[in-house]
């Protein structure tokens, strides 16, 4: 089967998959992300995936590698963590490690 088109259901939270054979699968996010064990930002990441581009979702759902998507999220984040860590520990050196943690935490919530 081939899958003909995907798009995101606003109504009831699903990724609905159009197959060539006429059928139809409609993929409950919220019991699949449920599943996932990854940070906020890697399910935020799904959240933008599902809706902006539901075909790679639901790709990623079938063939049974969103966890490995997230983990790969997840290491991105925490090097980009340890790369802002170690900048604000060398510009404010007096500052506390759990200081310079909450800066790089905030610098991340606004993206800077």
Partial sequence: MKIIKCKYNWD???VDVFFSDRTKLSLICKEIEAEIDGSIAAIGWLEALKIGHPLEYAQMVL???MQEYCRSIDRSEASSEDI???Q???RYPDMSDSQIQSLVREAQMYNE
Avoid: M
């Fill in 88 to 90: 604000y520990k060398k």
């Fill in 84 to 86: 802002l860590f170690y």
């Fill in 12 to 14: 009831d939270g699903t």
């Fill in 63 to 65: 063939n049974g590698v």
